[in-house]
């Protein structure tokens, strides 16, 4: 299993961007697939998660309303669209995937990892 995030960079607070996740080596219809962030310092937080046959999400409370995720099937990517950003939402994003048919939220959970993608929101 290969994931390869991309489409970090620099915004000024209020803008917007979308990450993506390319999935490789297995197919996802059963996996799960989540996004975290990791700002300096601090822990890896929980940020989103789709299950990949459902389509179904759940967010963080700190990025409901502003950031969906979603997953292309004919591209075997996920997803995070990410608006009215804060300066507080800087941070490293990961994506990470596991097999399973329900929501997880923490890191450990998660067996498979992409190398991460640098957000920076500037105020």
């Known amino acids: 299993v290969q994931l390869q995030a991309s489409g970090g960079g620099l915004v000024q607070a209020g803008g917007s961007l979308r990450l993506s996740c390319a999935t490789s080596?297995?197919?996802?219809?059963?996996?799960?697939m989540g996004w975290f962030r990791q700002a300096p310092g601090k822990e890896r937080e929980f940020v989103a998660t789709?299950?990949?046959?459902?389509?179904?999400?759940y967010l963080a409370d700190s990025v409901k309303g502003r950031f969906t995720i979603s997953r292309d099937n004919a591209k075997n990517t996920v997803y995070l669209q990410m608006n009215s950003l804060k300066p507080e939402d800087t941070a490293v994003y990961y994506c990470?995937?596991?097999?399973?048919?329900?929501?997880?939220?923490?890191?450990?959970?998660?067996?498979?990892w992409g190398q991460g993608t640098l957000v920076t929101v500037s105020s």
């Open positions: 080596g297995r197919t996802f219809s059963r996996y799960v």
């Open positions: 990470s995937a596991r097999s399973g048919s329900h929501y997880y939220t923490r890191a450990h959970q998660y067996d498979y």
């Open positions: 789709i299950i990949w046959g459902s389509g179904n999400t």
